[in-house]
């Protein structure tokens, strides 16, 4: 992720990379200088009053802290997602950054694909009429065996949940944002596939597990689902399902939503991120490709390129940076970006779902 941020980060105007930290310094130093970046230790980038923001790209267990550090420290905090690994810590963050009235954003970026902007605004202008149903999938295959490892299926360094906090908490993210409804209350399934897994004798990068022999590994229990099914209420009359799954053989990375409402139905599919189909009752359906001068006009804005210039995965990051920054420069402006409230948002269902699949019952939702 850090690579990814740096990628992103040259993209957005008038931002300037000062320093790169890692917990390998050989790594740090790596990555830094493919970059033409120094890297630095913690204690310099928060010391350093020229820096004004933090982003924090380390595994979950280590978000919380660093975040609570880069804030205390008077710097703007970016966050990937999960925010933390618990409640009572994303609370502690929402309230630090509110407090030090300092700019804060969890980076769940998959929201600013250009066509769920589109969805969001044809809901918005009443297209779709009422929200009746929400459903989809976040589905992948790279844990799918036994012999696939990574540090998220750590649960010290990932947190309790791993499947649905690491791609779930991306799916209900997107399915309040874009619809505008909160979910109210849900009941959860979640499966562990392996409940051992052959863990690498030393660090490798993520896929590199693939190229291991037997003797390079070694058998660990594990304790994070690789699979959750959810069954929600949304507001007072809209219901969805959902499934989330890293051991889905063929799927690379499909989050599928699909909203219907009293007047008509949009679906879209992260693997095809270019089209969006738009369902009708009592009319052909269609498939629309993305092109800006098509879209809504507040959905316009996070398209930069022409129709038949596809945008993807790091577009994203792109548009959620530009106005992380935008907003860091204007302090009068609105925070046209996910912020901690959101990351906040998803540890309470994400509690819920953990909660809900010990008792295998119904969770109602707090509202936050």
Same mark, same amino acid.
């Given at each position: 992720m850090g690579r990814v941020h740096l990628e992103a980060l040259r993209r957005v105007e008038h931002v300037e990379i000062a320093g790169i930290a890692g917990r390998n310094a050989a790594a740090a130093e790596k990555l830094g200088s493919?970059?033409?970046?120094?890297?630095?230790?913690?204690?310099?980038?928060?010391?350093?009053?020229?820096?004004?923001?933090?982003?924090?790209?380390?595994?979950?267990?280590?978000?919380?802290?660093?975040?609570?550090?880069?804030?205390?420290?008077?710097?703007?905090?970016?966050?990937?997602?999960?925010?933390?690994?618990?409640?009572?810590?994303?609370?502690?963050?929402?309230?630090?950054?509110?407090?030090?009235?300092?700019?804060?954003?969890?980076?769940?970026n998959l929201r600013?694909?250009?066509?769920?902007?589109?969805?969001?605004?044809?809901?918005?202008?009443?297209?779709?009429?009422?929200?009746?149903?929400?459903?989809?999938?976040?589905?992948?295959?790279?844990?799918?065996?036994?012999?696939?490892?990574?540090?998220?299926?750590? $649960?010290?360094?990932?947190? %309790?949940? !791993?499947?649905? +906090? =690491?791609?779930?908490?991306?799916?209900?993210?997107?399915?309040?944002?874009?619809?505008?409804?909160?979910?109210s209350a849900l009941c959860a399934d979640l499966q562990t596939f392996h409940p051992t897994r052959k863990q690498p004798k030393g660090p490798v990068e993520t896929f590199a597990n693939k190229m291991l022999s037997a003797e390079d590994t070694i058998d660990t229990p594990i304790e994070t689902e690789d699979f959750g099914a959810v069954i929600f209420r949304m507001g007072q009359r809209a219901r969805g399902c959902m499934t989330a799954s890293q051991a889905s053989a063929g799927r690379k990375n499909r989050l599928s939503i699909e909203v219907y409402g009293?007047?008509?139905?949009?679906?879209?599919?992260?693997?095809?991120?270019?089209?969006?189909?738009?369902?009708?009752?009592?009319?052909?359906?269609?498939?629309?490709?993305?092109?800006? $001068?098509?879209?809504?006009? %507040?959905? !316009?804005?996070? +398209? =930069?390129?022409?129709?038949?210039?596809?945008?993807?995965?790091?577009?994203?990051?792109?548009?959620?940076?530009?106005?992380f920054y935008a907003s860091i420069s204007d302090r009068g402006a609105a925070a046209e970006y996910p912020q901690f409230s959101d990351g906040l948002r998803q540890m309470v269902l994400l509690r819920a779902e953990l909660e809900s699949g010990r008792s295998q019952k119904w969770v109602e939702i707090p509202a936050i």
């Open positions: 493919a970059f033409d970046v120094p890297r630095l230790d913690a204690e310099a980038i928060l010391s350093d009053a020229s820096i004004d923001a933090v982003h924090v790209c380390t595994p979950n267990a280590m978000h919380f802290s660093m975040a609570k550090d880069a804030l205390l420290a008077g710097k703007h905090v970016l966050c990937e997602k999960p925010l933390t690994t618990g409640v009572e810590e994303a609370e502690e963050l929402v309230r630090l950054a509110a407090e030090r009235q300092l700019r804060n954003c969890v980076c769940h600013y694909y250009p066509m769920p902007q589109q969805i969001r605004r044809m809901r918005e202008a009443g297209d779709l009429g009422e929200i009746l149903v929400v459903q989809g999938t976040y589905s992948q295959d790279w844990l799918l065996y036994a012999t696939d490892w990574n540090w998220r299926v750590d $649960s010290t360094a990932g947190g %309790a949940s !791993r499947c649905m +906090a =690491d791609i779930g908490s991306h799916w209900f993210d997107m399915a309040e944002h874009i619809t505008g409804l909160r979910v009293t007047k008509g139905g949009v679906a879209w599919d992260q693997e095809r991120p270019d089209e969006l189909w738009v369902g009708n009752r009592d009319t052909g359906n269609q498939i629309i490709l993305k092109d800006p $001068s098509l879209l809504k006009p %507040a959905a !316009r804005t996070y +398209a =930069d390129l022409p129709g038949g210039h596809s945008e993807g995965y790091d577009d994203t990051f792109k548009q959620v940076f530009r106005r």
